[in-house]
């Protein structure tokens, strides 16, 4: 388990199988820096890049 993380998990939309979401938790804004930085989100994007039909959308949500 990553340092930092409350929550890392992989979900696909029921009417849209091709489409995916990694919704994630971090203990704080710190925390979700330090995994971008990461050797090994680096390299999975690396090899999920031509799987995608585009850029990935990352949206950060606050919990209220």
């Known amino acids: 388990k990553e340092k930092g ?6 979900h696909r939309y029921s009417d ?6 990694f919704y994630e938790q971090w203990e ?3 925390a979700l820096a330090q ?4 050797e090994h989100l680096k390299n999975c994007v690396r090899h999920i890049k031509g799987l995608l039909s585009g850029h990935p959308k990352v949206r950060l949500l606050e919990l209220l």
């Open 35 to 38: 995994h971008e930085k990461s």
């Open 16 to 21: 849209s199988p091709e489409s995916f979401v």
């Open 28 to 30: 704080d804004k710190e």
């Open 5 to 10: 993380c409350l929550l890392y998990n992989l």
